[in-house]
Nanobody, 126 residues
Framework: QVQLVESGGGSVQAGGSLRLSCAASGYVARPYFIGWFRQAPGKERSGVATIYSSTYTSTYYADSVKGRFTISQDNTKNTVYLQMNSLKPEDTAMYYC??????????????????WGQGTQVTVSS
């Protein structure tokens, strides 16, 4: 069983930055996808960024965050990060970390993931 714990959320003004962390415990063998999803009130949960780790690493981003957000991982700490820069009010949402060991998936589709964290709130004020 994989457990995911998010941290790093908070409140920030537009243009500011935050770094989210997702600490994974349990058995997470490569290959895997670990990604960030977000859900704003009244909206569906959507993919933000995902990292695929195998013998190589690939990253995937939603168009709305390309150039502003960066996903990375520290294998020594079993932690995945989401660096969020140039934040906008529309980035306000609950952010969730998710993981899967399935392959050949659409990496930004939430239904592909079976392990989820509890979420961390990000609020961006104008």
């Amino acid at each position: 069983q994989v457990q995911l714990v998010e941290s790093g959320g908070g409140s920030v003004q537009a243009g500011g930055s935050l770094r989210l962390s997702c600490a994974a415990s349990g058995y997470v063998a490569r290959p895997y996808f670990i990604g960030w999803f977000r859900q704003a009130p009244g909206k569906e949960r959507s993919g933000v960024a995902t990292i695929y780790s195998s013998t190589y690493t690939s990253t995937y981003y939603a168009d709305s965050v390309k150039g502003r957000f960066t996903i990375s991982q520290d294998n020594t700490k079993n932690t995945v990060y989401l660096q969020m820069n140039s934040l906008k009010p529309e980035d306000t949402a609950m952010y969730y970390c998710a993981a899967t060991q399935r392959w050949n998936i659409d990496p930004l589709v939430q239904a592909e993931y079976e392990y989820w964290g509890q979420g961390t709130q990000v609020t961006v004020s104008s």
